[in-house]
């Protein structure tokens, strides 16, 4: 309802329109037991979010992201942001959202992993997207524990960095120079292990896949090959 209306005469009438998110209205006139309806005849301006604040988070989220723009209503009609991945479908809701005021709204970021983000604001089932405008930081390695094994391979090798997510949830995988590891597991967001293949080669590097983003450290090698005796010592 309007929040105030007023005769002016004969064919005009006026009113205060209330606080509103949605699109379109319809226009409804009442006057003694004689009622008139008007649909599509009024709408008011959509939601629309211009920028971000800050544009980067930790894997382990928990800041708060600020969504300015305008549109998104004069009192709280409860908004809901999320961060969706621009090349991989789905996305990972806002741990809270709140609205505070008609040009900004806000929420506390989720951990994730992905880069290149579009951020989602949805208000009262109008969703509007900002795309590519987020992102999480990459993945990072420091060292490879042990950095040293024989060339049969076979052991579990300890990778430690940062980045590598919060939760196992999104695709990982690691490699010793060409060669992919085998079982690969997620430990924290500082630390995931694989079981090494055979190989003969020194200055490797250790390659860490998250979400499609890779970081490499010359971290890794194999013994190299060692002659104890010739046989025979002598010949012709």
Known sequence: ACEASAWVAN????????????????????????????????????????SVFPTNSATLGRGTLT?????????????????????????????????????SVACKLPADTNSDCNVVVTLDRTVRTLQRVFSYDNPFVTKTAPSNMLHTGGEVVTITGFNFGASDHNPRSARLGDTSCTDTV??????????????????????????LVQHRRLAFSYNNPTVHSLSPSNGP
């Open 186 to 211: 997620w430990t924290s967001d500082t630390s995931m292990s694989c079981k090494a293949q055979p190989g003969n080669s020194d200055l490797l590097n250790t390659v860490v896949s998250v979400a």
């Open 67 to 103: 969504v300015s723009g305008y549109g998104f209503g004069t009192v709280d009609f409860t908004p809901s942001i999320s961060i969706r991945t621009f090349f991989i479908p789905g996305g990972t809701a806002c741990m809270a959202s709140r609205w505070l005021s008609d040009t």
């Open 11 to 50: 064919t005009a009438v006026t009113c205060k329109n209330s606080p509103s998110i949605l699109a379109q209205r319809a226009i409804v006139v009442s006057l003694a037991f004689g009622i008139d309806t008007q649909t599509g005849v009024f709408t008011y301006d959509k939601q629309t979010p211009t």
